[in-house]
Structure formats: structure tokens, C-alpha cells
């Protein structure tokens, strides 16, 4: 095998395996940088004590109608009930068998257009009902600002629901 041939060769292997690292869906994409936005929030009242609030509206670059809320260990049944119909992703979220994350699912007209798995470190849902949570929170209201959470003493984005009307 000549050195052309053989640098051919291992370009045909690495190419796909490059693709496959690099090649993200547009939504993981969106996920990744709603995340970094929402920790950077979190890091700037831990190192600058600075509160930052923000709707959950303005630091997605993606529309949706609502967005609900799931704690850890949801069954997938009890998601697909509060959203109104069945999402085969829920299974794939691994939310029914852990503890280190909370589900967040952005739907609009019926159907999933994003979900975040967002980390129990990072917020603190504990002053919304269970009911507020499932049935969703629109753009006008999903708010949060970061506070030092007292149980925990380290800072948290806090959601502040505005217009706590929440039905669907």
C-alpha cells in the first residue's frame, strides 16, 4: 500500500468518526447553550454575589408555548399525562431513575420542541406546587432569579412564577 493510499485509508475510517463527535442536532446544540447560560447565572451570584434574573424566554434561542417541570424520579406515565399526550423521548431522558436531575420539556402546539436536563445543584423548584410544575409555565411567567437558597446555602436559580395562573 502506497503512503497516498494508506493516508486515504485512515481518512475514510477518521471522517465518519468526526462527523459522529461534531455532527450535534440543532436542539442538542440548544441545550448545551441554554445550560451554559443558565449556569453562568448561577456562577455570577457565587463569585460576585450579583442577583441575576432573567426570563427563561430570553436565554433560549428556540419558540415554545410552555414549559413544564419534572423532578427527579418521574414515571414516564405521569409526564406524558401532564403534557397531554404521549412523548417517546421521556424514556430517553432517564428522569424515573435519578436523583441528580431535574426535567424541564418545552412544548408548543401540541408537541416537544426541546427538553433540558437540568442539574438539582443548579436550581431549587421546592416553592412551586407539584400541580404548578406539571401543568407548565409560559414564557410570561417562567422567571428566575439566583438566590442563596438557605437550606443548601449556596446559590440557586430560583423560579418565580409570574401571574401564577397555570392552566393549560
Not at 25 to 52: C, F, G, H, S
Not at 114 to 140: C, E, K, S, V, W
Amino acid at each position: 500500500m502506497t503512503g497516498f493510499s494508506k493516508r486515504f485509508a485512515l481518512l475514510c475510517l477518521l471522517l465518519p468518526l468526526i462527523c459522529l463527535v461534531s455532527c450535534k442536532t440543532k436542539q442538542e446544540r440548544q441545550r448545551e447553550e441554554l445550560e451554559r447560560r443558565l449556569a453562568a447565572a448561577v456562577e455570577r451570584k457565587r463569585t460576585t454575589n450579583e442577583e441575576v434574573s432573567f426570563y427563561l424566554r430570553d436565554v433560549t434561542d428556540f419558540e415554545w408555548g410552555r414549559v413544564h417541570i419534572f423532578d427527579p424520579y418521574t414515571r414516564h406515565e405521569e409526564i406524558n399525562r401532564a403534557l397531554g399526550f404521549r412523548w417517546d423521548g421521556a424514556a430517553g431522558t432517564g428522569i424515573d431513575f435519578s436523583d441528580q436531575w431535574y426535567l424541564l420539556v418545552f412544548t408548543s402546539e401540541g408537541r416537544v420542541v426541546n427538553h433540558l436536563m437540568l442539574p438539582i445543584n443548579l436550581t431549587y423548584f421546592r416553592d412551586i406546587t407539584l400541580r404548578q410544575a406539571h401543568a407548565g409555565f409560559t414564557p410570561d411567567q417562567a422567571f428566575f432569579r439566583t438566590e442563596v437558597v438557605f437550606t443548601v446555602n449556596h446559590p440557586r436559580l430560583v423560579l418565580h412564577p409570574q401571574n401564577q395562573s397555570v392552566s393549560p
